[in-house]
């Protein structure tokens, strides 16, 4: 991040989610309101994706990274659906960036809604969600703070957030930025509430725990710090899905590269490989 401006690896998954609903047909993530959040910009989504198509290091790795970001909003919205279902009354999305998950999707009409993002790119999605006349629910509150920085226990708190209720936890894009400092502060805190809680969220695998050649960060992520963010944490799959047990956890799935291309992606891209990006579902009880 650099001070005062928003987040611009934000803002190229937002390109990127645009760019699907039109380069893709909408296969993987529906999402009616990607193009409208962006604005003027939005004629600039698909120029982006070719754009990132031609600089990747193989010829598939453009539109893999689009439909792995396509795909990661989908898992956990999936998820939460189902959260929803077994009686959570209160969403966070963590790192939201330009997502218009809380202002797209019926369900969430009695749910609380919290917001948690960097101050910047916080003023800048408002900024652009009232440009695009896109109605604000009444139930969602904006959290403003640095993730890297603070712990979200108080900021949540003072923003209306309840511990005793069943909560659901989005973190998309945010966990390879952090350090693992502040990664093991969030996942306690989600761990330790009383009234149950589930968190959705991708990391990218450590280098150690897979062939160099198969581990690679994807090009979104390997170029980040032309951005202004630059990759923090690189995690290993066992070892993480026994730190979330031993931190209170139940049940932890994992969902690696193959798993997440033979799910949801195209035919064409079930062949290829998004190397070491992959999804993390995890649940208290």
Known sequence: MQPGRPSLTALSAAHLRAAHQVLDGASILADPLAARILGPDARFSLD??????????????????????????RLAEDALRNAISNGATQLVVLGAG?????????SLSNIRIFEVDHPATQARKRERLAMAAIEVPETLSYVAMDLEEQTIAAPLQSAGFEAAE?????????VPY???????????????????????????CSTGSLRPTTCAPPPAIAEAPATGQQ???????????SKLSMTGFRTV?????????????????????????????????
């Open 98 to 106: 330009f997502d218009t998950l809380p202002y797209r999707m019926p």
């Open 48 to 73: 982006y994706a070719r754009l990132s198509a031609l600089v990747s290091r193989a010829e598939l790795s453009g539109p893999l990274l689009r439909w792995f970001i396509a795909a990661r909003s």
């Open 178 to 204: 952090l350090t693992e400092q502040a990664i093991v502060a969030i996942f306690d805190y989600v761990a330790q509430l009383r009234g149950g809680a589930e968190v959705v969220f991708d990391y990218v």
């Open 166 to 174: 069943r909560s659901f936890f989005s973190c998309l894009g945010v």
């Open 253 to 285: 799935e994992n969902m690696g590269p193959e798993q997440i291309a033979a799910r949801l992606f195209p035919d064409a891209g079930r062949g290829g490989s998004l190397s070491g990006c992959h999804i993390m579902h995890a649940a208290t009880g």
């Open 231 to 241: 990759i923090r944490s690189y995690l290993e799959t066992t070892e993480l899905c």
